[in-house]
């Protein structure tokens, strides 16, 4: 049998009905960007994490850079960052005129902590940008405290995190703004393109609002430079529509995590992901260290296999050409690109697959 790495059919096809009604009644509707479905997206997203304000964008790129911008992050400034992340997080800063400036990672989360963001700032620090990655987080009243201390804003990013818990608080409600992907394979997934911004701010979140139709709030009127990203109310329907099930869907994610984290115990040059103390792990990827080089041949083995697999990430951020005069050091970053491998997973993944990719995993070593 033939395994995919990600398989978004059985959302669909559960909740077929009600996709195609809502996609309907936005066809009839006549209002295509923005309006009553974006604002209700809006709003149950922010319950649902726990935050007051969400501002629904385009991407989760452009959520990332207009979440910077309304940070007040901008040219010459530095903000701490993870290298072991999509290229999109060190755009952003990039793309608001400001430099990334990376810390190592964690080798048990792959998370940035603390303690590797602390000793990362210098006196032209204006923001920490941690990465939720692989559905996890850093501990975020760590990083906070962390910022508190330098008078730094923090701007989460989310995009592989949505629905992961610290207390209370869903990801993207504990700094000072989150900024969300519904990217069609994120653990609540869009069909195109969306992202989101959230904020305990009614400041912040107003910023957002204007920064993402062109700089205004009021029509002619446009005190600053802005974007064209608004979220469109035909993602924002069917996001509605999947929204209540996300909580479910992630924790079959973590009931096949666990599966997979069973059947790998005791395999020799196999270290399974472990969920952090402060948290919860949504695994957006079921991520893998295959160590003793051996990973490339691993990889080559499940793919002739028929079992899809990839490798996120295999070249840290800071090592781009882009970075490359930045001269950072993140040795553990570095180790990680070449150990790490993410197997099958979504929602709904059945045991028996799973089974066959350990076994699969498990000839390759022999
Ligand atoms: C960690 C991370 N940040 C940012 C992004 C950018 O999100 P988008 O593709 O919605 O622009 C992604 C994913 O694509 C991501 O994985």
Partial sequence: MQIPIYNP????????????QAAKDVLASGIYILGPNVEAFEQAVAEYLGCRHAVGVN????????????AGVGHGDEVVTSPFTFFATAEA????????????IDPATFNLTAETIEAAITDRTTAILPVHVFGQGPDMQAVNAVAKRHDLRVVEDVAQGF??????KGLGALGDLGAHS???TKNLAGFGDGGMITTNSA????HCRKLRVHGSAQRDHHPEIGYNSR???LQAALLRVKLPHVDTWNQQRRDAAAIYTELLDGVDGVISPVEA???THIYHQYTVRITNGRRDAVKTALQEAGIGCMVYYSVPVHHQPVYKHLHAKCPEAERACGEVLSLPMWPGLPADAQEQVVEALKGALR
């Avoid at 669909?12 to 009600?18: H, S, T």
């Avoid at 959520?63 to 911008?69: C, E, P």
């Avoid at 400041?203 to 107003?206: V, Y």
């Fill in 231 to 233: 979220l469109d109310a």
């Fill in 203 to 206: 400041a912040l979140a107003d």
């Fill in 277 to 279: 103390p402060h948290g």
């Fill in 93 to 104: 800063i990039s793309l608001v005129g400001a430099h990334p400036r990376f810390a190592d």
């Fill in 59 to 70: 991407s989760g790129t452009d959520a990332l850079v207009i979440a910077l911008v309304a």
């Fill in 163 to 168: 629905g992961a818990r610290q207390g209370s």
């Fill in 9 to 20: 059919a059985p959302q669909y096809e559960a909740l077929r009905e009600e996709l195609e």
């Fill in 182 to 184: 519904f990217y069609p």
